[in-house]
């Protein structure tokens, strides 16, 4: 299986700060078919997990510009920036390029 | 607007048998696959497998074989998960969430989650 492995594991922000979380793949997300399937998800307290971004840089759809990912091969990042107070919970990133799908660990992202 | 809407909480005895369902709405049922995936307390989320709504073709992930069956009702547009020979390590929440595409696989909707409670 693919290991997701997310850095850090927890992160302190102020409000209105930038922060960044890495996740890297134990083997290459590109695809046969050329693409890769990298996504992000951010799990607020006690809710579901709802999706950020897909195939590493597409934003979904109503998802603020403040939320950027990028990288390539095993090595991707998810950039936020202006952090709000909604922006708190659990960060997840999650392939879809090799079965069976996996998920990091996660990144708790926190006020300072 | 795109719901899905899992049944509530269960608490089952080591042994025994649960169904779980997600009752979707507000988008074509048999258009998509639905996922399943458990996520137990604190730790990382687990896919489990795929349905498509259209016909019932699944895909498990390995790890969840003759542990976990997926089944869809078209007529209501409901999935269902029966998790089986129920052990402590299966007390976790599990979700359903709509795969946009299996070719380009993201989970685009969720269920609200469902905890499992594995105890005597």
């Known amino acids: 299986d693919v290991v997701m492995t997310q850095t850090p594991v927890s992160l302190s922000v102020s409000l209105g700060g930038q922060v960044s979380i890495s996740c890297r793949s134990s083997q290459s997300l590109v695809h046969n078919n050329g693409n890769t399937y990298l996504s992000w998800y951010l799990q607020k307290p006690g809710q579901s997990p709802q999706l950020l971004i897909y195939?590493?840089?597409n934003r979904f759809s109503g998802i603020s510009d403040r939320f950027s990912g990028s990288g390539s091969g095993t090595d991707f990042t998810l950039k936020i920036s202006r952090v709000e107070p909604d922006d708190l919970g659990v960060y997840y990133c999650g392939q879809g390029t090799q079965y069976p799908w996996t998920f990091g660990g996660g990144t708790k992202l926190e006020l300072k | 607007e795109v719901q899905l809407q899992q049944s509530g909480a269960e608490l089952v005895k080591p042994g025994a048998s649960v169904k779980l369902s997600c009752k979707t709405s507000g988008y074509t049922f048999s258009n998509y696959y639905m996922s399943w995936l458990k996520q137990m307390p604190g730790q990382n989320i687990e896919w489990i497998g795929n349905?498509?709504?259209?016909?019932?073709?699944?895909g498990y992930n390995q790890k969840f074989k003759g542990k976990a069956t997926l089944t869809v009702d078209k007529s209501s547009s409901t999935a269902y998960m029966d998790l089986s020979s129920l052990t402590s390590e299966d007390s976790a929440v599990y979700f359903c969430a709509r795969l946009i595409t299996i070719a380009a696989p993201r989970f685009d909707y969720w269920g609200q989650g469902v905890m499992v409670t594995v105890s005597s």
């Open positions: 349905i498509y709504g259209g016909n019932g073709g699944t």
């Open positions: 195939k590493v840089s």
